[in-house]
């Protein structure tokens, strides 16, 4: 301790000898030992003082140098050449107008370009690029593949200096990936497609629809390919829903968007008739078939009673002759007294129908 003691004292003469240390300082007495500690906490005090401003001071200017460094290397990089990666966006535009894509093109171009270390940077530093914009037309003017007439193959290096003159004329492209653009056209036919409404109805009690749902115009023109043409029974509407209905509905509606395909018309006008219903309830007399000649055969009962729903517009074209009930002799059992009840109706004007009884006993006797 005394000889940390010591050379700390040598320590303070010979690089501060402003500083008056007490001549007592060296020897190790009771007054030695105070003042010893009151100038410690001197000398520390100024020690921290000093190298603190130091170090501020020579902190700003070492940083001040390092930022200038800094700015001038980076000045000398950007002006080296180098050789980068950029991904850019296509957008394709100017179709053929007498054919019709049937391929997938790619969306990007992957470039591998050479430039200015400013004119990389720049151009990275942007939030968003402006796709290049590839002229399909002119694109596939001289690029029909042998033998098939709507398959073309484009090179991508063969425009490689339209795509330099939209992305910078400072920046020279290497390579660009895919290599090659591949546009497979389909011939392309009009025809006129029926229009199915697509409804999802819901009525109140004793309602029901008129007639069939309808829309204007009924079919619309339809342009694609003619594979896909030839194979489209129907072009659909949005679907529609409707709940509890009381009253008819006539409204514009959307149609379906098809893919691949073009539609002369984008809406038609649907309209749903809908109308009050009736019960009705009569009989109809049973009729027997397969019966032989020599056998007589009775029901019992002889009627079946008919209970249908019908709209009240077409209640006054109802004809009950068209209603026919029958029992087949050749279902007759000698196990069983009963038999069978068949019924057939107008299916295409009533709602629903609903007879009683479905079977009745029989008896057979023979002609006399």
């Given at each position: 301790?005394?000889?940390?003691?010591?050379?700390?004292?040598?320590?303070?003469?010979?690089?501060?000898p402003?500083?008056?240390?007490?001549?007592?300082?060296?020897?190790?007495t009771?007054?030695?030992?105070?003042?010893?500690?009151?100038w410690?906490?001197?000398?520390?005090?100024?020690?921290?003082?000093?190298?603190?401003?130091f170090?501020?001071?020579?902190?700003?200017?070492f940083?001040?140098?390092?930022a200038?460094?800094?700015?001038?290397w980076?000045?000398?990089?950007?002006?080296?050449r180098?050789?980068?990666?950029?991904?850019?966006?296509v957008n394709?535009?100017?179709?053929?107008?007498d054919?019709?894509?049937?391929?997938?093109?790619?969306?990007?171009?992957?470039?591998?370009?050479?430039?200015?270390?400013?004119?990389?940077?720049?151009?990275?530093?942007r939030?968003?690029?402006?796709?290049?914009?590839?002229?399909?037309s002119?694109l596939?003017?001289?690029?029909?593949?042998?033998?098939?007439?709507?398959?073309?193959?484009?090179?991508?290096?063969?425009?490689?200096e339209e795509?330099?003159k939209?992305?910078?004329?400072?920046?020279?492209?290497?390579?660009?990936?895919?290599?090659?653009?591949?546009f497979?056209?389909?011939?392309?036919?009009s025809?006129?497609?029926?229009?199915?409404?697509?409804?999802?109805l819901?009525?109140?009690?004793?309602?029901?629809l008129e007639?069939?749902?309808?829309?204007f115009p009924d079919?619309?023109?339809?342009?694609?390919?003619k594979?896909?043409?030839?194979?489209?029974?129907?072009?659909?509407?949005?679907?529609?829903k409707?709940?509890?209905?009381?009253?008819?509905?006539?409204?514009?509606?959307?149609?379906?968007?098809?893919?691949?395909?073009?539609?002369?018309?984008?809406?038609?006008?649907?309209?749903?008739?809908?109308?009050?219903?009736?019960?009705?309830?009569?009989?109809v007399?049973?009729?027997?078939?397969?019966?032989?000649?020599?056998?007589?055969?009775?029901?019992?009962?002889?009627?079946?009673?008919?209970?249908c729903?019908?709209?009240?517009?077409?209640?006054?074209?109802?004809d009950?002759?068209?209603?026919?009930a029958?029992?087949n002799?050749?279902?007759?059992?000698v196990?069983?007294?009963?038999?069978?009840?068949s019924?057939?109706?107008?299916?295409?004007?009533?709602?629903?129908v609903?007879?009683?009884?479905?079977?009745?006993?029989?008896?057979?006797?023979?002609?006399?």
């Amino acid at each position: 301790m005394r000889t940390l003691l010591k050379n700390s004292a040598i320590f303070a003469v010979n690089y501060f000898p402003h500083l008056r240390l007490p001549h007592f300082f060296i020897k190790p007495t009771t007054q030695f030992i105070i003042m010893r500690q009151i100038w410690v906490k001197k000398f520390f005090l100024y020690v921290k003082r000093k190298v603190k401003n130091f170090s501020y001071q020579k902190a700003i200017v070492f940083l001040m140098c390092l930022a200038l460094s800094s700015f001038l290397w980076l000045l000398s990089s950007l002006e080296k050449r180098y050789t980068s990666r950029i991904i850019v966006p296509v957008n394709y535009i100017d179709f053929p107008k007498d054919k019709l894509l049937s391929s997938t093109l790619p969306q990007k171009f992957d470039l591998v370009v050479d430039a200015y270390g400013y004119t990389l940077i720049s151009y990275k530093l942007r939030l968003a690029f402006s796709p290049i914009l590839l002229n399909v037309s002119d694109l596939v003017e001289n690029a029909l593949e042998k033998g098939n007439r709507y398959r073309y193959i484009v090179f991508s290096v063969n425009h490689k200096e339209e795509i330099e003159k939209q992305i910078s004329s400072e920046i020279r492209i290497l390579s660009i990936k895919p290599d090659s653009l591949v546009f497979n056209f389909s011939k392309i036919i009009s025809r006129k497609i029926k229009v199915k409404p697509c409804l999802k109805l819901n009525f109140e009690n004793q309602y029901s629809l008129e007639r069939e749902p309808t829309t204007f115009p009924d079919s619309v023109l339809v342009s694609g390919p003619k594979n896909i043409i030839d194979t489209l029974k129907f072009v659909p509407t949005e679907t529609q829903k409707y709940s509890k209905l009381s009253r008819s509905v006539e409204k514009m509606v959307s149609l379906q968007s098809l893919q691949g395909l073009e539609q002369a018309v984008s809406k038609v006008y649907l309209s749903i008739p809908i109308e009050q219903n009736t019960e009705v309830t009569f009989d109809v007399p049973i009729r027997i078939v397969n019966k032989p000649a020599e056998i007589v055969m009775k029901t019992f009962p002889g009627n079946v009673k008919v209970s249908c729903r019908i709209g009240l517009s077409k209640y006054k074209n109802l004809d009950y002759s068209a209603f026919h009930a029958f029992i087949n002799f050749d279902k007759v059992s000698v196990k069983d007294p009963r038999i069978p009840v068949s019924f057939e109706g107008p299916s295409n004007i009533v709602l629903s129908v609903n007879y009683t009884p479905r079977e009745v006993e029989y008896i057979l006797e023979h002609e006399k």
